[in-house]
Nanobody, 121 residues
Framework: QVQLVESGGGLVQPGGSLRLSCAAS????????MGWYRQALGKERELVAS???????GYADSVKGRFTISRDNAKNTVYLQMNSLKPEDTAVYYC???????????????WGQGTQITVSS
């Protein structure tokens, strides 16, 4: 019943910006942790960024200084502001959410459907 719905993907030129949104539908009051993975063609899934209910954040080294994760707890929505985009950022981006603090990267409670980000001239 509960779903995470992603929006904001698309095609952007190198150096450009995009903002991804991931909103929960269904009756969920709060997530402990929400975040984003990405997976490029031929590569393994990579954790991009995470944010806890209290606002603690973490980022992959590859995106530090360029991406910013935030959340609106009242809306159960997580955002990923992506600036200074590079071709290497091209991937399918998936949001996730966990109800508890337990870290289980292969068993997150909820997943978004994925949205394609393509950075190209």
């Amino acid at each position: 019943q509960v779903q995470l719905v992603e929006s904001g993907g698309g095609l952007v030129q190198p150096g450009g910006s995009l903002r991804l949104s991931c909103a929960a539908s269904g009756r969920i009051f709060s997530f402990y942790r929400m975040g984003w993975y990405r997976q490029a063609l031929g590569k393994e899934r990579e954790l991009v960024a995470s944010i806890t209910r209290g606002g603690s954040t973490g980022y992959a080294d590859s995106v530090k200084g360029r991406f910013t994760i935030s959340r609106d707890n009242a809306k159960n929505t997580v955002y990923l502001q992506m600036n200074s985009l590079k071709p290497e950022d091209t991937a399918v981006y998936y949001c996730y959410a966990d109800l508890t603090s337990t870290w289980s990267p292969e068993a997150h409670d909820y997943w978004g459907q994925g949205t394609q980000i393509t950075v190209s001239s």
